[in-house]
């Protein structure tokens, strides 16, 4: 069974091991491996298991990969660990899981990298079938109403931003005494669009903004 950490840079190889970053034990040949300061312990069954791969041609020790080893005898490999732990575990099991803070353009970077061809086509078809979904799922439209003088409405509409938009301008039909000037009152109603995580039905707008929005037509 594959271990997923890798030993301490100190870990001495075996017994009759070809080189220090490899160690033989029963039938398994275990490999070590430097992943951007991050060490992997693996076996050559598990890194052989995608031919012609990067990982496949460096079990086989190819001379044209001319990979180098730190003090400890691990095989150098310039990438990034964090995604390095789902690349493996997809060699182990043929899963490919990612935690939530991973994204599969990322993996999808280091698949290439490792020229994983069944786990670039697994990464290509879930990003497509993700974009797929996305452009089938309906939009919720949130509406806000908001309440200002006629002196603060040029700016209320000029500021609005993060995907705000101006909906209805509604006179509320008073104005009152401020100083020696009358300010008249508006409702201006604002909508924005959200993507429906739960793929259900578009949500109308409250009753309030429908009210507001069919007032608003007949002034």
């Known amino acids: 069974m594959d271990t997923a950490a890798g030993p301490s840079p100190g870990t001495s190889a075996g017994p009759g091991s070809g080189s220090p970053a490899c160690m033989l034990t029963g039938s398994s040949r275990w490999v070590r491996l430097n992943v951007g300061g991050t060490y992997f312990l693996t076996t050559t069954q598990t890194l052989c298991r995608e031919p012609k791969s990067f990982l496949y041609r460096l079990c086989q020790e190819d001379p044209e990969l001319h990979s180098d080893k730190d003090e400890s005898g691990a095989y150098l490999i310039d990438r990034d660990p964090v995604y390095f732990g789902p690349v493996l575990n997809y060699l182990r ?17 280091e698949a290439e990298f490792y020229n994983i061809t069944s786990l670039i086509k697994l990464i290509k078809d879930r990003i497509t079938e993700r974009e797929a979904k996305s452009m089938h799922t309906p939009l919720k439209h949130v509406y806000r109403v908001l309440q200002c003088q006629e002196e603060e409405l040029t700016q209320m509409v000029s500021t609005m931003s993060d995907g705000w938009k101006f909906e209805q301008l509604v006179s509320i039909g008073s104005s009152y005494n401020y100083g020696s000037e009358d300010q008249a009152e508006f409702l201006c109603v604002v909508s924005k669009e959200l993507q429906n995580q739960s ?21």
């Open 93 to 109: 099991h043929g899963k490919l899981v990612l935690n939530k803070n991973l994204t599969e353009e990322g993996a999808l970077e």
């Open 199 to 219: 793929c259900g039905n578009t949500s109308p707008p409250s009753v309030k903004a429908k009210i507001l929005q069919e007032r608003g037509s007949r002034i």
